[in-house]
């Protein structure tokens, strides 16, 4: 049972350059969701998705895309890197609104 | 908006000892989470409190809902070398249950 997979661990970005965090999970979860993790700081929403085909901004959704085409799946999308958003990306899901959520590893993003 | 305050910031303590942390806001939250998160990996989840008053224990870990809602405490007995890392309570948004806001976190060291 794999739970909530996150690809890639790591990676280093130029400043404008774009790319796609991947989000994948495997227990049929309606609610996904995106964070971002600075030092000294909690978790922070970026978007999240109550199923497919619908998503919504979080706390800091700025600079940042997302969608949700099945139900196993919702990437994160940088539109054109910047060094604020150096940080620890985390995905999450959960299967109800009050529930717990099922945190993945995370993916190391740094923006030079 | 909604704040989660975590105090301490950081324990170190000696392998054997109790340990307590806690968890305010001056907003009610209608559920509390307690999650750890170990170096490297995703935050996993420790303990949910649904009701006010509730006390749960898991293991060698407890946590309490307060009665005002505001706030909410997790204890650990017999603290053991693997208890090291970083614990966060996190509650759902008054605005928006699907939404999760977590506190800045508590970091723990444990002497052996």
């Known amino acids: 049972n794999a739970g909530v997979t996150q690809t890639p661990k790591f990676q280093v970005l130029k400043t404008g350059q774009s790319m796609t965090l991947q989000c994948a999970q495997d227990m049929n979860h309606e609610y996904m969701s995106w964070y971002r993790q600075d030092p000294g700081m909690g978790l922070r929403l970026i978007h999240y998705s109550v199923g497919a085909g619908i998503t919504d901004q979080g706390e800091v959704p700025n600079g940042y895309n997302v969608s949700r085409s099945t139900t196993e799946d919702f990437p994160l999308r940088l539109l054109s890197a910047a060094p604020s958003q150096t940080s620890v990306y985390f995905c999450a899901s959960s299967y109800n609104r009050l529930a717990e959520a099922f945190f993945g590893q995370g993916t190391r993003l740094t923006v030079v | 908006g909604q704040q989660l305050n975590q105090s301490p910031q950081s324990m170190f303590i000696q392998e054997g000892e109790d340990v307590s942390m806690n968890c305010t806001s001056s907003s009610i939250f209608n559920t509390w989470l307690w999650y750890k998160q170990d170096p490297g990996e995703g935050p996993v989840l420790l303990i949910a409190l649904y009701k006010a008053g509730e006390l749960t224990s898991n293991g060698r870990l407890t946590a309490q809902f307060g009665i005002t809602r505001k706030d909410s405490f997790l204890n650990i007995s017999a603290s053991i070398p693997s208890d090291v890392g970083i614990y966060f309570c996190?509650?759902?948004?008054?605005?928006?249950?699907?939404?999760?806001?977590f506190g800045s976190g508590t970091r723990l060291l444990v002497r052996p």
């Open positions: 996190a509650g759902p948004s008054m605005d928006s249950s699907y939404k999760l806001i």
